[in-house]
């Protein structure tokens, strides 16, 4: 059964505490998203990687740190830095980042939502 | 940098009557995704267009790519409560470097009333 996993689906943390944040694929696919999604506010892209070892800062990365050590996995840590880090977070995945017609569809984890008091 | 509008942001109807949700881009894209988000759920792929004035069916939706690749839209005949959720649209632009960058509108919440 092939897909994307994140856990835990609800996490609540004390301000000032990091988090690590999981995501797993078995896609098989190149390319690896962090969105973070707010009421009203729709994706906004925080990191992404179009392979292993390497990843790139998307529109709002600061506060956040990921690594890709494996394909099939992509964490991503919310640092104390964050300065409002209650969200729902979703991974995602794509066969890789562009393609000749332009961006590939992404398929979506089943998300994360952090809460930090 | 690339930015994607989308209206409006919220639709409520009866369930039988037609919606439709906009989608505006200050650039001229490549492709436009659309993807649809149940409540309490994740984004789900709906399909891609790419060529200048492509219009594409599934079942009650119809999807529109404008002539100039700058504005889409997605229509639903007949809405059902298996329509509930938020819509988005997501595109496609040439970023630079060989590269492609896709930026997502803030979505529509379709809301149906029984």
């Known amino acids: 059964d092939g897909g994307i996993t994140q856990s835990p689906k609800y996490l609540f943390r004390k301000e000032g505490q990091n988090v690590t944040l999981s995501c797993e694929q078995n896609?098989?696919?190149?390319?690896m998203y962090w969105y973070r999604q707010d009421p009203g506010q729709g994706l906004r892209l925080i990191y992404y990687?179009?392979?292993?070892?390497?990843?790139q800062k998307g529109d709002i990365a600061e506060g956040y740190s990921v690594s890709r050590e494996k394909k099939e996995s992509f964490p991503l840590t919310v640092t104390s830095a964050q300065k409002n880090p209650t969200a729902f977070y979703l991974c995602?995945?794509?066969?890789?980042?562009?393609?000749?017609?332009?961006?590939?569809?992404?398929?979506f984890g089943p998300g994360t939502r952090l809460t930090v008091t | 940098g690339q930015q994607v509008m989308q209206i409006p942001q919220y639709q409520h109807v009866q369930e039988g009557e037609d919606f439709t949700t906009y989608c505006n881009s200050s650039?001229?894209?490549?492709?436009i995704q659309w993807y649809k988000q149940r409540p309490g759920g994740h984004p789900v792929f709906l399909i891609q267009?790419?060529?200048?004035?492509e219009v594409k069916k599934q079942k009650r939706l119809t999807f529109q790519f404008g002539e100039a690749k700058k504005n889409s839209s997605l229509h639903i005949t007949a809405t059902q409560t298996t329509d509930v959720g938020t819509y988005f649209c997501?595109?496609?632009?040439?970023?630079?470097?060989?590269?492609?960058?896709?930026?997502f509108g803030k979505g529509t919440k379709l809301s149906v009333i029984p």
């Open positions: 650039t001229t894209l490549s492709n």
């Open positions: 990687s179009q392979i292993v070892n390497d990843f």
């Open positions: 267009l790419v060529k200048s004035g």
């Open positions: 995602a995945s794509s066969w890789g980042t562009f393609g000749t017609s332009g961006t590939y569809e992404q398929y």
């Open positions: 896609l098989n696919h190149d390319a």
């Open positions: 997501a595109g496609s632009a040439y970023s630079g470097a060989g590269s492609y960058q896709l930026t």
